[in-house]
């Protein structure tokens, strides 16, 4: 009889590309197969209720995981590109296996010791990326609940940083906080509108 040799593969997603505050986020999970998760899929194809209650799921089922983070420096420093990277990088770095492979959400890879694919719409193809796109988008939910606490002047409970019209009213009216993406154009226009105001 043949054995099977299974890959232990990982997925990674990321959350918080686009909006113009706060981190971005990157997780790396490894399901274990002995242990199944129900209903994964792209996060943003859930209620905040579901990802929430997968999140814990995940959390207590993968046989590894990570989260981690670039900072609104480094995205201001690097690009969000360069910075999305690099929280990837520190994702799968900071499992506690060692992937042979790993999918990747999206259309670029970062630069990884192990061999990696980039997968279009991975996140609802491929369950360990949709495990980790919402592993990412919850833990991001929840620093913009954080950030809401310390700023509450942006609204960043309500729109997680993204530029919607009252956050960049706010902007106008209040400037950037320190979690502000200074070099995205939103920001950047609406700081100088407020010093046009001023």
């Known amino acids: 009889m043949q ?25 790396a999970v490894i399901l274990d197969p002995s242990r199944p998760i129900d209903g994964l899929n792209d996060s943003k194809q859930l209620s905040a209720k579901r990802r929430d209650r997968l999140f814990d799921l995940i ?16 995205i201001d420093r690097l690009n969000i590109l360069q910075a999305t990277m690099l929280a990837m990088q520190r994702a799968i770095a900071g499992l506690s296996v060692t992937p042979q492979l790993v999918l990747i ?5 970062p630069l990884l010791p192990m061999r990696s694919e980039a997968i279009v719409k991975g996140d609802a193809r491929v369950t360990s990326i ?15 609940a954080k950030l809401h606490e310390t700023f509450p002047l942006y609204g960043f409970a309500v729109h997680k940083g993204y530029g919607t019209a009252d956050h960049l009213a706010a902007l106008v009216q209040h400037g950037a906080c320190p979690e502000h993406r200074r070099t995205f154009s939103p920001v950047r226009a609406a700081l100088a509108r407020a010093a046009a105001h001023a």
């Open 105 to 109: 959400d999206g259309n670029r890879s």
């Open 59 to 74: 959390i207590e089922r993968a046989a590894a995981y990570c989260i981690a983070e670039a900072s609104v420096e480094e």
């Open 3 to 27: 054995s099977l040799h299974l890959e232990l593969t990982a997925g990674v997603d990321e959350a918080g590309r686009g909006p113009l505050a706060g981190p971005v986020v990157a997780a």
């Open 130 to 144: 949709g495990a980790a796109s919402i592993l990412a988008k919850v833990h991001r939910d929840r620093l913009c």
